[in-house]
């Protein structure tokens, strides 16, 4: 069964670091996403991607929040200057057309020390 | 924004129990999803319902949407320990597909 895959599954990082979450859709899909979940809190929108630009983005998701499709298969989330509010479970998703089933990744954990 | 506040955060029962989580909003949804995930996945989608009023069935779950789309709710009957998971409801309400408002989820334990 096709399936969003996420990499990494966990990452750790020193305050003020970049980092870069990777995602690979499903590859016949064309609506990207990015959610996330603090720990204990609700699962939140950051962003949609269609056709190569940012189609809607949260009030998180400001100008340290970038993110890319490079290529025909990769989907990433960058984080230029991380805080320490910005541990939680990152969430990639991808729908095929509309209206249609979202599937979620398992999900990138990002711990900033 | 729009949100969606689903009760109870927390439920611990008996293998058999029936079970009744609800999701309710001020707003109205499009689409009302109901998504299931265990620790250290992403959620699963179980259902979405679309038309107000609308009842769908997966074996001994029932979800429900509201005739005003602006609530749900997912039944179990018989729970069984298998069914131990967290349940997350989301609507779809903005002009964006895949734009979803998540609850903040019930965390169900079914003890054997």
């Known amino acids: 069964e096709p399936e969003v895959t996420q990499t990494p599954s966990h990452q750790v990082t020193q305050m003020g670091q970049e980092v870069i979450l990777r995602c690979v859709p499903i590859?016949?899909?064309?609506?990207f996403y990015w959610y996330r979940q603090i720990l204990g809190q609700k699962v939140e929108f950051l962003v949609s991607?269609?056709?190569?630009?940012?189609?809607?983005k949260s009030e998180i998701f400001d100008d340290q929040f970038s993110v890319e499709r490079p290529d025909g298969s990769n989907f990433t989330l960058k984080i230029r200057s991380t805080k320490l509010e910005d541990s939680a479970m990152y969430f990639c998703?991808?729908?095929?057309?509309?209206?249609?089933?979202?599937?979620f990744g398992e999900g990138s954990r990002l711990t900033v020390l | 924004t729009q949100l969606l506040e689903q009760s109870p955060q927390f439920l611990s029962i008996q293998e058999g129990e029936n079970l009744t989580v609800y999701c309710n909003s001020s707003?109205?949804?499009?689409?009302l999803q109901w998504y299931r995930q265990e620790p250290g996945e992403g959620p699963v989608l179980l259902v979405t319902?679309?038309?107000?009023?609308e009842v769908k069935k997966l074996k001994r779950l029932t979800f429900q949407f509201g005739d005003a789309r602006k609530d749900s709710s997912l039944h179990i009957t018989a729970a069984q320990p298998g069914d131990t998971g967290l349940y997350l409801c989301a609507g779809e309400g903005g002009s964006t597909l895949g734009r979803l408002y998540f609850g903040r989820g019930t965390q169900l334990t079914v003890w054997p």
């Open positions: 319902v679309v038309t107000g009023g």
């Open positions: 707003s109205v949804f499009s689409s």
């Open positions: 590859s016949n899909h064309l609506y």
């Open positions: 998703a991808s729908i095929r057309t509309g209206p249609g089933e979202l599937f």
């Open positions: 991607f269609y056709n190569n630009e940012i189609s809607e």
